[in-house]
């Protein structure tokens, strides 16, 4: 069994820089939390969960046909919030703000083909993010920082690939393969 979810990965530094910089500013409010390693940031367009390694190539190929006809496009990453809600933390992200509409498009396609494929629905809708911390227990302080960063202005970036990732879990965290990688035209 293999853990696997589909994903755009965060490679550009200086994003990656200023993602960074914003989980320390979620640390400084000395709120207990896991932070997304800088070399795992990423935008998860599905979430798969357990499936038998022999699927993987089923799955790589709906992601394929998934994919077809569509260009590269730019994201625009920026905002900060949190799920379920700021009063309530319990993941902080960065939104997307332009390219949103196409990235959404996209995981729609994703979502249609890999449950034709034979895997299971998602189930929760969409929304596009990117997760800079898991909170195990919030201080007053977060929300007040996840709303000085509600419009922070993170960056842009060309999405030119989607990756099908294997996930490990280990006792310091997740690791992160990409067993396939599918360009975008």
């Not at 070399?39 to 046909?65: C, M, W, Y």
């Not at 006792?171 to 599918?182: F, H, K, N, Q, W």
Request: with cysteine; hydrophobic share 45%.
């Amino acid at each position: 069994m293999v853990r696997v979810f589909i994903a755009i990965d965060i490679e550009d530094e200086t994003l990656r820089d200023k993602l960074c910089k914003l989980q320390k500013e979620l640390i400084r409010t000395g709120s207990q939390m896991k932070l997304v390693e800088r070399e795992n940031l990423h935008l998860t367009l599905k979430f798969i969960g357990e499936i038998p390694s022999q699927r993987v190539e089923a799955l790589v190929d709906a992601v394929k046909r998934a994919c077809e006809g569509f260009s590269k496009f730019r994201i625009r990453i920026a905002g900060m919030g949190a799920f379920p809600s700021i009063k309530r933390p319990r993941v902080v992200w960065v939104g997307v703000k332009e390219g949103a509409e196409v990235l959404s498009n996209l995981a729609r396609r994703i979502e249609e083909e890999t449950v034709r494929a034979g895997f299971r629905r998602s189930d929760k809708p969409f929304s596009p993010h990117i997760t800079l911390a898991r909170v195990k227990v919030a201080t007053l302080f977060l929300s007040d920082v996840i709303k000085k960063f509600e419009k922070v202005e993170v960056g842009e970036m060309l999405v030119s690939e989607v990756r099908v990732k294997k996930s490990t879990l280990t006792p310091s965290g997740p690791i992160y393969e990409t067993l396939a990688r599918v360009e975008l035209l």
